[in-house]
């Protein structure tokens, strides 16, 4: 079948021609091509030998001497020739095929950019055997000793280059597709030590177990804090991955200290005899990093230097584990950083950034500020405004720990929480529009942004004034408002749209004869009569701008009156933690969102 099978290839790509016929080669030639002929038959008794590699050694013989003999592509038809590159392909497939050592390699360097770990393209993934098996989107890419019908034969020989594998990519060439025949075709077995190590892990040299020696704190350089940082932002983008560049992976301390094929990438205590140094900071013009050395500081190159003069010791925890989840993230380090400051420190940044947001959105409005216990007041209001506000906003802090119990020791917000108010409502747009680049709905006239450690905490609002009307909150109910909001949210932790407007509307001191308040009803009502699923009002984005507020506070009431205050804090509390909304609600209240939901519309919202 074998033999067979790449006849009809060679036919198909024009390698032999059917129209034999005798050519004008001189009949010493054709003499020697008949006795290499003769010659190649042995091969089949070598390989049924197990001689494999004398039976390579007649096969290269051969085709070295053809090559040496330069036959023109006219007398190429003779008989004699043809004969002998038929035997020729059938000794060929004669020689078993490695997978570890021939079709690996070919599959590293061709397919697992695009089916490996990084990538899986149409569900599949080529870098170990097992998961060769697998198949993928398409099913089956192997059907053992039947390479006519296996799927990945038939993508590298589609001769639409569309369709046709590695996409983007060279087609293979004939040799090539002849290996990956030939070996299905043997019945594409696997000869190496682990079908679920990465493919051609086998034939990996093994090196010596690693010494990790761990940091003692005599060190001036430190690998956590100098060099992984680093090592993770420059290098990780080429030495990492099933095929890392070079063969060098960095992924671990183990692999780093492994080094790559020379062996001697690192050697601890001797700078002088660690390839990497070279690369880094001393060979003209450097090596590293590939394409770009603007990357690396030599600042850093040194403190490689050093580490490596220093011992290369280790200061994280596990050696085995990913140097990138040893660096800190930007979100992280800002979190330390913050954590770092006194509560002196902390309050004195707040003021910067205050200052900071304000002139972002009104670089040409001057403000004023007012500094109470929990709030820092600032705008272009009258300061005598800003001092009423500020009052104002004191005693709902005030009401919302009493109502609400901090921990022990707690503050609502550290540092202070800014509290930015506009006198016109084009200077409050502009928070949204340069801050959050978000359009302001009409009927929005402030809002809260609090993100997690509290590094950014400031409400901003529009003083839309003290006069009540069935449209709007006053400034005061809009302050207390984003106030109880903003202390749902004092951990920094999202929370779904309706509660977190519903619970500060609640709380924004509304009187039951309020003519806001008797609105509330009756577009709550309309809001959820369109609602199909119950269980959808606990969702973000179930509800409109304008809808979430009305529809938000008689949710949270209708939670207060079925568990009392105690539980609303343990539902915001499991939020706080991580869980999703609907399960920390059926959590708390022991119901699904889809029952409570309907419970909460029998009630008619009470």
Same mark, same amino acid.
């Given at each position: 079948? !074998?033999?067979?099978?790449?006849?009809?290839?060679? =036919?198909?790509?024009?390698?032999?021609?059917?129209?034999?016929?005798?050519?004008?080669?001189?009949?010493?030639?054709?003499?020697?091509?008949?006795?290499?002929?003769?010659?190649?038959?042995? *091969?089949?008794?070598?390989?049924?030998?197990?001689?494999?590699?004398?039976?390579?050694? $007649?096969? @290269?013989? =051969?085709?070295? /001497?053809?090559?040496?003999?330069?036959?023109?592509?006219?007398? @190429?038809? &003779?008989?004699?020739?043809?004969?002998?590159?038929?035997?020729?392909?059938?000794?060929?497939?004669?020689?078993?095929?490695?997978?570890?050592?021939?079709?690996?390699?070919?599959?590293?360097?061709?397919?697992?950019?695009?089916?490996?770990?990084?990538?899986?393209?149409?569900?599949?993934? +080529?870098? %170990?055997?097992?998961?060769? #098996? /697998?198949?993928?989107?398409?099913?089956?890419?192997?059907?053992? /000793?039947?390479?006519? /019908?296996?799927?990945?034969?038939?993508? *590298?020989?589609?001769?639409?280059? @569309?369709?046709?594998?590695?996409q983007g990519g060279e087609r293979l060439s004939d040799d090539e597709i002849r290996l990956l025949a030939n070996w299905i075709a043997g019945g594409a077995e696997f000869d190496g030590e682990d079908v679920t190590s990465p493919i051609g892990d086998s034939m990996v040299e093994k090196k010596p177990p690693v010494k990790v020696v761990m940091a003692d704190g005599t060190e001036t350089v430190s690998f956590k804090d100098d060099v992984a940082p680093w090592l993770v932002g420059v290098c990780m983008g080429c030495h990492s991955g099933n095929n890392p560049r070079g063969g060098y992976s960095m992924e671990t301390f183990e692999k780093l200290l492994s080094g790559g094929p020379t062996g001697n990438t690192i050697v601890p205590g001797d700078p002088d005899s660690s390839y990497m140094v070279d690369l880094v900071l001393r060979q003209e013009p450097l090596k590293m990093p590939a394409g770009n050395q603007t990357f690396l500081k030599k600042s850093q190159a040194l403190a490689l230097e050093k580490w490596i003069q220093e011992g290369a010791h280790f200061d994280g925890k596990d050696a085995k584990a990913s140097i990138r989840s040893m660096v800190p993230t930007p979100e992280e380090r800002e979190a330390a950083l913050l954590a770092s400051m006194s509560d002196q420190e902390f309050a004195e940044r707040r003021k910067q950034q205050a200052a900071t947001l304000w002139k972002s959105v009104a670089p040409r409005e001057s403000f004023e500020s007012v500094t109470s216990t929990n709030l820092y007041v600032l705008g272009n209001a009258d300061e005598s405004r800003l001092a009423q506000i500020s009052s104002w906003g004191e005693a709902q802090v005030s009401s919302l720990t009493a109502k609400y119990k901090l921990p022990d020791g707690d503050q609502p917000w550290r540092g202070r929480l800014i509290v930015c108010v506009t006198k016109d409502r084009f200077d409050y747009e502009e928070f949204n529009t340069v801050l959050m680049n978000r359009r302001t709905p009409p009927g929005v006239s402030g809002h809260v942004s609090i993100n997690q450690n509290l590094e950014t905490a400031y409400v901003a609002l529009h003083d $839309?004034?003290?006069?009540?009307?069935?449209?709007?909150?006053?400034?005061? @109910? +809009?302050?207390?408002?984003? +106030?109880?909001?903003?202390?749902?949210?004092? !951990? #920094?932790?999202?929370?779904? &749209?309706?509660? !977190?407007?519903?619970?500060?509307?609640?709380?924004? #001191?509304?009187?039951?004869?309020?003519?806001?308040?008797? %609105?509330?009803?009756q577009r709550a009502a309309e809001a959820v009569s369109t609602i199909t699923d119950p269980g959808t009002l606990f969702r973000d984005g179930t509800l409109s701008p304008d809808e979430v507020g009305p529809v938000g506070m008689l949710m949270t009431r209708f939670l207060i009156n079925h568990g009392g205050t105690a539980r609303l804090q343990q539902l915001a509390m499991e939020i706080q933690n991580g869980t999703p909304a609907q399960n920390a609600l059926e959590k708390v209240y022991s119901e699904n969102a889809a029952n409570l939901g309907r419970a909460f519309i029998q009630s008619g919202g009470r």
């Open positions: 079948m !074998r033999s067979g099978f790449w006849v009809f290839l060679l =036919i198909f790509s024009g390698l032999l021609n059917t129209g034999m016929c005798q050519a004008a080669l001189p009949p010493e030639v054709k003499k020697e091509l008949s006795d290499l002929t003769r010659e190649l038959r042995t *091969v089949t008794g070598l390989i049924r030998k197990k001689q494999i590699d004398e039976a390579r050694a $007649v096969i @290269q013989k =051969i085709e070295d /001497r053809v090559e040496e003999l330069a036959i023109p592509e006219e007398d @190429q038809r &003779d008989r004699s020739y043809v004969a002998l590159m038929t035997t020729l392909i059938r000794s060929k497939d004669g020689i078993p095929v490695s997978f570890e050592k021939e079709i690996a390699p070919l599959l590293k360097e061709k397919c697992i950019r695009c089916h490996g770990v990084e990538q899986v393209c149409a569900n599949l993934r +080529l870098d %170990t055997y097992a998961n060769m #098996g /697998r198949g993928g989107r398409s099913g089956p890419v192997l059907i053992p /000793r039947n390479p006519q /019908r296996s799927l990945l034969l038939a993508k *590298v020989m589609n001769e639409n280059p @569309q369709q046709r594998m590695p $839309v004034g003290d006069t009540e009307n069935a449209d709007r909150l006053t400034t005061q @109910q +809009l302050l207390n408002s984003l +106030l109880a909001q903003a202390f749902l949210l004092r !951990r #920094g932790a999202a929370m779904p &749209d309706w509660f !977190r407007s519903g619970f500060g509307l609640l709380e924004s #001191g509304l009187g039951t004869d309020s003519a806001f308040m008797k %609105t509330i009803p």
